[in-house]
T-cell receptor, first 115, second 117 residues
């Protein structure tokens, strides 16, 4: 079946450090891949997405590349800020047919950035 | 600013109460969703509406009753809940194109935090 595995947290970094959060997936066909971010006490916001192999999603300094050969979609940022402290969810969606809305989430990785 | 609006943001209710959560979107999306999120867990899908018709019910107990009065509104009626139902309830919407390929992107509201006493 379809599944998403992301690195366990929490991750604690100093401001301006480099961030990587690993995400790998198992899926049939050609899913779309997403990173969602959830700030404390809030809902989920789409951070970035990629819909086909080799696509790179980017937003707010974050990047992730859809790697079909390694079934991965790792999230990276070159220099984190305190304001990036949040929980990050990797997710996939089968984007066709009767599977509408079946977003499959990883367990989430909590990031804390210290000044 | 989120384009999916949920009310109320916080709700406290007793086990015998009847209450409702409301969700509204004006993006022209024809698919709407309810998710439940417990603390430190990912969201779990509860219901999906496509073109105002219930298309997915993830074996949710009948004390949760969804309703989609029109293409912009989604309600979740709550009755006889249990303390373990306390959670953040998230509404989301997306484009729906039937069998056609879509990006599958969901737009979430900020959630309604429910506490059942």
């Amino acid at each position: 079946g379809n599944s998403v595995t992301q690195m366990e947290g929490p991750v604690t970094l100093s401001e301006e450090a480099f961030l990587t959060i690993n995400c790998t997936y198992t899926a049939t066909g050609y899913p779309s891949l997403f990173w969602y971010v959830q700030y404390p006490g809030e809902g989920l916001q789409l951070l970035l997405k990629a819909t086909k192999a080799d696509d790179k999603g980017s937003n707010k300094g974050f990047e992730a590349t859809y790697r079909k050969e390694t079934t991965s979609f790792h999230l990276e940022k070159g220099s984190v800020q305190v304001s990036d402290s949040a929980v990050y969810f990797c997710a996939l969606s089968k984007n066709y047919g009767g599977s509408q809305g079946n977003l499959i989430f990883g367990k989430g990785t909590k990031l804390s950035v210290k000044p | 600013d989120t384009e999916v609006t949920q009310t109320p943001k916080h709700l406290v209710m007793g086990m015998t109460n009847k209450k409702s959560l409301k969700c509204e979107q004006h993006m022209g999306h024809r698919a709407m969703y309810w998710y439940k999120q417990k603390a430190k867990k990912p969201p779990e899908l509860m219901f999906v509406y496509s073109y105002e018709k219930l298309s997915i019910n993830e074996s949710v107990p009948s004390r949760f009753s969804p309703e989609c009065p029109n293409s912009s509104l989604l309600n979740l009626h709550l009755h006889a809940l249990q303390p373990e139902d306390s959670a953040l309830y998230l509404c989301a919407s997306s484009q729906y194109q039937g069998q056609a390929r879509t990006t599958g992107e969901l737009f979430f509201g900020e959630g309604s935090r429910l506490t059942v006493l």
